[in-house]
């Protein structure tokens, strides 16, 4: 939609530039026209350039035929062009800004008004400038936030020494940290490429006399680099902190990780380091600057910046992954993020300074939470099953890590009455009723990703959502439902009997409410991105139009013709009297019921035929 204003423009292409807020100007020139208003309008020069900097950009400037382009004003303080040739999904379109470095000289250029003026972003990410605002973002928070004077002190076991002089480069493991008195900070990374210098129970002794910063990965000497250029003497890294080929040792670090990234004082996120090897202090891909600088007044300069990097990135802050930040794609990382009280993020484009309370972007876009539509207090007031599920569309390396990689949330969710393998007591049987989502982009469209898998390896009862790889989500009905069944009885075997949120050798729950035995009537099919299956009651096959649909957690099972059973869990409370409940099969243990799937809404008159049974689920 156009601007409220009555405004004749010179050029009707861009309408000079002249975007209300909260409006967008959208035309459909052909790239001729385009390039035919380069001599008389700079808006249009500056689209025509940017186009053409970015991949296929000068594949379809060649294409005559006509474009789709939109401009508008993000949050009012960026000028975003969005191009391409689909009418719809604007979002999947490219896109990049227009902006003006701070401090330019603006005459009275036709359009150029148009473009604001943002900070100046340096391919060097550790510039002096940058430095002293992430020193004055650290020192405003210490000063005036709550949060950091609620912190409890905590020390790790181990502590990376970095020494009191900041120009030297080794640095020694403190195995005793009982005298540290000065505040430590925390690295979150990536893992994966050459497996890197670090603590073993061979080497242990020798890294506690001298750490080698030339035998350090590249992400770990830029710790060290950060660390010290932020005067801070110690940090707790990973790779030097938990003996990596020792599993008992491993085991009980793992139960201290909400303590150790709470505690930190700042948590340095390497999020645009893809391993170990990549480093994230290199040269930064910035604003480039477009080539009609003779054209604009004394001191102007005009540039391009990749909207879809930033988007991406700023996506990653609000909590979903951004493929132009490896870290915000991994598991291990999201439990990191939320439970440090700051933290650094190193980008390919920017840094962003991040707290409980406020928030700040090396681009200017974002400098609060009411920016960027995020805040760690959300984090506080998230249910346990929306945390999942921002969980679990992250990757992991190890299925095996899938309960402890989100253990310290867990342990600092504060659980109320206990946790079974993934599922809370307080929220149990509302938790039970996940299915596998549909894989979608963020326009909604279906994707293709690996179909759902229970891993080679015992990993947790198949009633928990951490018994299977795959992005799930829980339904949310219109109406108020209660429980029409018990927890009879429930147990786990722990891998470390002192971490009930860790890895789990097996467990089982006995659920004791309505079941009924049923059959499926076809094979299985995958609708609306789901594989769903087709049920009747064994006692009575003769209606199909009454069967019930069940979304299935993985594409083998079960079988067309196999005699399984439905449990409700959950019944409405209103007078539709719709069920929701789980779908179960005859163990492979030879005893009791494993889940293999769940459905929603069911009428009530197709659990006419139901019992009150005990059934237990492995």
């Not at 480093?279 to 054209?295: K, V």
């Not at 949120?501 to 009924?516: D, E, F, K, Q």
């Amino acid at each position: 939609m156009s601007s409220a204003s009555e405004y004749t423009p010179i050029c009707a292409t861009c309408n000079d530039g002249k975007i209300g807020m909260g409006y967008s100007h959208t035309q459909h020139p052909t790239p001729a026209d385009l390039q035919a208003n380069i001599p008389r309008c700079l808006i249009c020069a500056a689209i025509w350039h940017g186009i053409k900097l970015f991949p296929g950009g000068e594949e379809m400037l060649a294409d005559p035929r006509p474009m789709h382009l939109r401009l508008g004003l993000w949050q009012g303080s960026m000028f975003r062009v969005r191009y391409g040739r689909s009418t719809k999904d604007w979002h999947l379109d490219p896109s990049f800004s227009l902006i003006k470095k701070e401090g330019s000289v603006v005459g009275d250029v036709l359009g150029l008004k148009a473009i604001p003026k943002m900070p100046a972003i340096d391919p060097q990410p550790f510039a002096p400038s940058t430095l002293s605002e992430i020193k004055k973002q650290i020192r405003e928070c210490k000063r005036r936030h709550k949060h950091s004077r609620a912190r409890k002190k905590y020390v790790p076991d181990r502590l990376v020494d970095l020494g009191p002089a900041s120009n030297q480069l080794d640095a020694v493991l403190l195995d005793d940290t009982s005298g540290v008195r000065a505040p430590y900070i925390a690295l979150s990374h990536c893992w994966g490429g050459t497996i890197p210098y670090r603590t073993l129970r061979s080497n242990k002794e020798e890294l506690c006399r001298c750490i080698d910063y030339f035998e350090l990965s590249e992400n770990f000497q830029d710790a060290f680099t950060v660390a010290r250029r932020l005067s801070y003497r110690y940090i707790w890294i990973d790779s030097f902190c938990i003996i990596q080929d020792d599993k008992q040792d491993w085991l009980q670090q793992a139960t201290k990780m909400a303590d150790v990234y709470s505690g930190a004082e700042l948590t340095i996120s390497a999020a645009r380091s893809p391993s170990f090897d990549d480093g994230f202090l290199g040269h930064r891909e910035t604003d480039i600057e477009l080539p009609f600088s003779d054209r604009l007044p004394p001191g102007t300069k005009v540039y391009v910046r990749d909207g879809d990097a930033l988007e991406s990135v700023h996506q990653g802050i609000n909590r979903q992954p951004s493929y132009h930040a490896p870290l915000f794609q991994r598991a291990w990382a999201f439990q990191e993020r939320l439970l440090s009280q700051r933290i650094i993020h190193f980008l390919k484009t920017e840094i962003v300074f991040e707290c409980e309370e406020s928030l700040w972007c090396e681009c200017g876009e974002k400098d609060s939470y009411e920016d960027s539509n995020y805040d760690k207090e959300v984090y506080r007031s998230s249910t346990w099953e929306e945390l999942v599920e921002q969980y679990v569309s992250r990757n992991l390396t190890y299925p095996m890590d899938t309960l402890p990689a989100i253990s310290a949330i867990a342990r600092d969710y504060g659980m109320k009455g206990g946790y079974i393998a993934g599922l809370t007591h307080e929220a149990f049987f509302s938790n039970l009723l996940w299915q596998v989502k549909a894989p979608r982009d963020l326009s909604g469209e279906l994707t293709t990703v690996p179909p759902p898998r229970r891993p080679d390896e015992y990993i947790a009862p198949s009633f928990s959502w951490a018994s299977i790889i795959a992005r799930v989500e829980w339904v949310k009905g219109q109406s108020s439902y209660q429980s029409v069944c018990t927890l009879e009885d429930f147990a786990t075997t722990l891998e470390n009997p002192d971490d009930p949120y860790g890895r789990v050798l097996s467990g089982h729950i006995t659920l004791r409410g309505p079941a009924m035995d049923v059959k499926m009537r076809y094979t299985p099919r995958i609708y609306q991105g789901q594989l769903t299956g087709r049920f009747h009651p064994v006692a009575d096959a003769s209606e199909p139009k009454r069967d019930i649909w069940a979304v299935l957690d993985i594409l083998d099972d079960p079988r067309p013709g196999e005699e399984l059973k439905l449990i409700t869990v959950h019944e409405e409370t209103n007078w539709y009297f719709r069920n929701n409940g789980l779908v179960l099969r005859p163990s492979k243990r030879g005893q009791g019921y494993e889940r293999v799937g769940c459905f929603w809404d069911t009428s009530k008159s197709f659990m006419k035929l139901a019992t009150i049974q005990s059934v237990t689920i492995f």
